[in-house]
């Protein structure tokens, strides 16, 4: 079973931030938070990941509390492409474990 | 260059057959995995391979059977196909040093 609780859905405008949040109450100190997409059809993608620290990509960046009980996925200006659905994962740095995929947030960014 | 490459995109067939589902990755990756995804759009991983041997085996009917002729390749073999078994299965691969899943495009999988 995941290990994250998110939002079924959220709409974003087009052009603005969306802000997807994730709650990992549950996660232990040696998880990491990993950000997945599903774009309608496709493989899922990666987005970003992080431990403890907030994390900036050329996709995203990563909000993650001083409890480590919940994040954000930040996309700073959503187009009409980010329209997908947002997966949250906790997963532990031990070689083997699976990634979980919960039921996500399908992100529907509008014009 | 594709990274994750499989094939085919689309297979349609009858209860009661057998099909295989194939999957390269040139990434260098030592893990492949194969996810499938029902109807309701969950994703839940089915097998995990790391340099050709199993390390991670799902609940999975004994119908279905993984297997790696190398590094670089895990193929799925799925014997007496059942109408339950229609899903998107996905194939996937990562490399320890780099926790990340690289995927691939999906095979639709339709049993009539």
């Known amino acids: 079973d995941a290990k994250t609780t998110q939002p079924p859905s959220m709409d974003c405008a087009e052009g603005r931030a969306a802000n997807l949040p994730c709650n990992h109450s549950t996660i232990s100190g040696n998880e990491y938070v990993y950000w997945y997409r599903q774009i309608h059809s496709q493989g899922p993608q990666y987005i970003i990941h992080g431990l403890k620290n907030n994390e900036t990509n050329e996709m995203a960046s990563l909000i993650i509390t001083e409890d480590r009980k919940s994040s954000t996925l930040i996309l700073p200006h959503a187009t009409l492409r980010d329209t997908a659905v947002y997966y949250c994962?906790?997963?532990?740095?031990?070689?083997?474990?699976?990634?979980?995929f919960g039921p996500g947030t399908r992100l529907s960014v509008l014009p | 260059d594709t990274a994750v490459s499989q094939t085919p995109k689309y297979l349609v067939t009858q209860m009661g057959n057998d099909k295989s589902i194939k999957c390269e990755q040139n990434l260098g990756h030592d893990t492949m995995y194969w996810y499938k995804q029902d109807s309701k759009k969950f994703l839940k991983i089915m097998f995990s391979?790391?340099?050709?041997?199993?390390?991670i085996n799902e609940t999975v009917p004994n119908r279905f059977s993984p297997k790696s002729p190398d590094k670089a390749h895990l193929n799925l073999h799925i014997n007496s196909l059942e109408l339950g078994d229609s899903a998107v299965y996905f194939c996937?691969?990562?490399?320890?040093?780099?926790?990340?899943?690289?995927f691939g495009s999906g095979t639709q999988l339709s049993v009539l």
């Open positions: 996937a691969s990562s490399h320890p040093a780099v926790e990340k899943l690289f």
């Open positions: 391979y790391n340099n050709k041997e199993l390390i």
């Open positions: 994962i906790v997963r532990g740095d031990n070689y083997g474990q699976n990634f979980v």
